[in-house]
């Protein structure tokens, strides 16, 4: 069995995955979190801003809340292709507003926006709190948490005795969350003080909000692992164990690329649409002395597996899926497949990936929609356009996609971190 193939253990996999959960309640402390790991196993941080070493190494770089780290080996050269996993790191939900300290009804409000498309039911009547980075008057960034602070309180079913026969929620006055009592209250300063800054020198936050329960494993034989923000940190963290297990001697530059804003289209300077990939992959390609010609070379011979949560099929909605390929929990990750390109994978890219799941030991079942059910994307086209690397679209397969506990079972995530190390493994 070549290295970076053994078998990842399920249990110790999803204990893994639900400290990563837990230190990421934003994208960028998901960014962070990555680096951290990567530096602890000693990979070297790197600032865009100053020049970067060229030889051979393990190397991390954060873009705000996006992330790229590699595996530069011995022995590459101009031409060497690149091996890339693909992944974001935010999450739908609600983010604060700039002004964001209001008061009804003898309560507390912290006025928020919405934030891709959440499942917004699912966050009523869960102890949340805000996190991500406020910026001070000094030029500083600070990242910060809170801890369980905010709920938005569900009206008792007396006063909407509709409520479970369709429960509507207006995106404006619905889903304020309350987070202190009396009419005198500075949530900017109440945030400062996390961060041990004056509320008054915050000049910028890019906040949001998140569920403060703790990942759970639960059902017969503990099969199921729910907790916040699997979309998409289940990749995410799938691509961490995959670069760490990634052998000094791959035939390939081995890189995760976790993005922000892809809830939001992507369509930012951390976004998978923005240059951030493009600018770290010709920067190595630099430093291995390619020119033009050896880039698009290297990049011919290079694949990019676009990894992103997928619907297993719903036991109580079951017509909502196809009628014949009906990915289960527990049947392995899923391969993305859409006749219209909102997923990238081909058969060219399916015999990829099923020689990977076959190194890896794990089962892999293909998703596609129901005609009748639009289907999502995910950052495979859009990186696939963007760089003309051949692409597939695979993920840990869920239910409850969207909201703000989602689940999965224990075998797949476990799966899709075997399938990750494979694809860097060769
Ligand atoms: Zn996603």
Redesign the pocket.
């Known amino acids: 069995m070549p290295a970076g193939t053994a078998p990842v253990d399920p249990a110790a996999h999803v204990a893994d995955l639900a400290d990563f959960i837990t230190a990421s309640p934003s994208s960028y402390h998901a960014a962070e979190e990555v680096a951290r790991r990567l530096q602890a196993a000693g990979f070297e941080r790197l600032d865009e801003a100053e020049a970067w070493p060229t030889g051979p190494g393990r190397r991390v770089v954060v873009r705000d809340g996006a992330v790229i780290a590699w595996v530069q080996p011995e022995g590459a050269d101009a031409v060497t292709p690149f091996r890339i996993l693909g992944a ?1 790191t935010d999450s739908p939900g609600f983010k604060l507003k700039p002004n964001p300290s209001s008061e009804s009804a003898g309560l507390l409000q912290a006025a928020v926006e919405i934030y891709g498309g959440p499942l917004m039911n699912s966050w009523l009547d869960r102890e949340l709190e805000l996190a991500g980075r406020i910026a001070t008057a000094d030029g500083r960034v600070h990242l910060v948490r809170t801890g369980p602070l905010l709920r938005i309180p569900q009206l008792a079913i007396h006063l909407d005795r509709e409520a479970n026969k369709h429960l509507t929620l207006d995106r404006q006055r619905h889903v304020q969350p309350i987070w202190g009592a009396g009419e005198e209250g500075d949530l900017l300063a109440l945030l400062g003080g996390f961060a041990g800054v004056l509320g008054t020198d915050i000049v910028g936050h890019d906040l949001v909000v998140a569920d403060t329960a703790a990942p759970a494993r639960f059902g017969l034989d503990d099969v199921f692992f729910a907790a916040g923000r699997m ?2 940190l289940t990749s995410v963290h799938a691509g961490l164990v995959g670069l760490l297990a990634t052998p000094a001697d791959a035939p390939h530059v081995s890189v995760l690329a976790a993005f922000d804003h ?2 939001l289209g992507s369509e930012s300077r951390s976004g998978a649409a923005g240059p951030f990939l493009v600018d770290v992959l010709a920067r190595i390609a630099d430093g291995l002395g390619a020119g033009d010609e050896d880039r698009r070379r290297a990049f011919a011979g290079s694949w990019l597996l676009s990894s ?2 997928g619907h297993a099929v719903h036991p109580n909605y079951p017509e909502k899926h196809d009628p014949v390929n009906r990915p289960v929990l527990g049947g392995g990750p899923l391969l993305k497949l859409n006749a219209n390109q909102r997923y990238a994978s081909d058969a060219v890219g399916s015999a990829l990936w099923a020689g990977v799941c076959e190194r890896a030991g794990v089962p892999t079942q293909p998703f596609v929609s129901n005609n009748q059910v639009p289907c999502g994307s ?1 950052i495979g086209p859009i990186s696939a356009t963007r760089l003309g690397i051949r692409t597939v679209d695979i993920g840990a397969p869920l239910l409850s996609m969207h909201s703000a506990r989602e689940v999965a079972h224990v075998d797949d995530l476990a799966a899709l971190g075997g399938a990750v190390t494979a694809f860097f493994a060769g």
Do not use: I, L, M, Y
């Open positions: 974001h979309d998409n892809e809830e992103d949560a995910t």
